[in-house]
């Protein structure tokens, strides 16, 4: 086995660890631990007027709409991920914007919404570590994302969780960007 498949292979494990646990969690505390994250809103470092990039939630995600409404109320515009093909792209998230059926059970803005570029990306997560290494999905579509993003400036990263996600190490390949943060329904932390 390669170094490169032995990685990979170890995210898998913690990826498929992670998950179960979140998976275990009760709607109800899946549910508290989501509206939780709205507490800790104004300790995102978030500059004024900011475009932010949430997420629909899928399965057992953690909710980010709660948040999500309270930053929108703080004056930032938002903005959801598109698929389109193997890539991400944002579009404007506002009240009364008509969601289409996606991918993977989503919900995203239909085409007649505008195209943003954010300056935050909240994003869904697998796992996590003490250092703002992420496991995604092993899809790579935010990799990719944030890869075309940083390309047009600044980005801010950071992930959204339950703090049952966080893993001892994750393994970091090449291709993967650390977070500048995590928030928790435990409060926001910065890396690096």
Not at 6 to 27: G, I, N, P
Not at 53 to 80: N, S, Y
Not at 184 to 192: I, N, P, S, V
């Amino acid at each position: 086995m390669t170094a490169v498949s032995s990685l990979a292979a170890e995210k898998d494990t913690l990826r498929k660890q992670a998950l179960a646990r979140r998976k275990a969690m009760s709607v109800t505390d899946r549910i508290e631990k989501s509206l939780d994250l709205v507490a800790h809103c104004d300790d995102l470092p978030l500059a004024a007027g900011a475009v932010v990039a949430g997420f629909w939630p899928i399965r057992d995600e953690i909710d980010a709409r709660p948040l999500l409404d309270r930053i929108r109320q703080k004056g930032h515009r938002l903005c959801l991920p598109v698929m389109v093909g193997p890539n991400l792209i944002f579009r404007q998230l506002e009240r009364g914007t008509e969601l289409v059926p996606a991918a993977f059970g989503t919900l995203e803005p239909g085409p007649e919404a505008e195209e943003l570029r954010p300056d935050v990306l909240l994003m869904p997560l697998a796992g996590f570590d003490a250092q703002g290494n992420r496991i995604g999905y092993g899809k790579a579509f935010y990799d990719n994302a944030i890869a075309t993003l940083e390309k047009t400036g600044a980005l801010l990263k950071i992930g959204l969780a339950f703090a049952l996600q966080e893993v001892d190490r994750v393994p970091v390949e090449a291709h993967d960007k650390p977070l500048n943060g995590i928030l928790t329904e435990r409060g926001y932390r910065a890396f690096g």
